[in-house]
Nanobody, 126 residues
Framework: VQLQASGGGLAQAGGSPRLSCTTS????????MGWFRQAPGKERDFVAS????????RYDDSVKGRFTISRDNAKNTVLLQMNNLRPEDTAVYFC????????????????????WGQGTQVTVSS
């Protein structure tokens, strides 16, 4: 299974970039998808997840109300819309895929995800 993330770069505080991740995981509806991020010198932290069914979402408190995760099962993609960026959002963002027997299972821990993308850097300037 391969994942390819894109959409990172330099953004202004308050900006609204969108990250995209395309995966070869099949059947896609049986893979929960997640976004994680890792700042320099820190561990990889959960950001957001969406179930295979595409209608159950989980967010870390630090991004709740600012970030939105969504998926397009016809295109095997997952998106992370980031609004009202803050300098502390600066990190490498990783998309991840984890197989679930039920399409309505949420995965929020990094160890629950078997497949990872290469990461895309998001740098927020104040």
């Amino acid at each position: 299974v391969q994942l390819q993330a894109s959409g990172g770069g330099l953004a202004q505080a308050g900006g609204s970039p969108r990250l995209s991740c395309t995966t070869s995981a099949r059947p896609y509806s049986h893979y929960a998808m997640g976004w994680f991020r890792q700042a320099p010198g820190k561990e990889r932290d959960f950001v957001a997840s969406v179930t295979g069914s595409g209608d159950i979402f989980r967010y870390d408190d630090s991004v709740k109300g600012r970030f939105t995760i969504s998926r397009d099962n016809a295109k095997n993609t997952v998106l992370l819309q980031m609004n009202n960026l803050r300098p502390e959002d600066t990190a490498v963002y990783f998309c991840a895929a984890g197989f679930t027997s039920s399409t309505r299972v949420s995965l929020t821990s990094a160890r629950e995800y078997k497949y990872w993308g290469q990461g895309t850097q998001v740098t927020v300037s104040s």
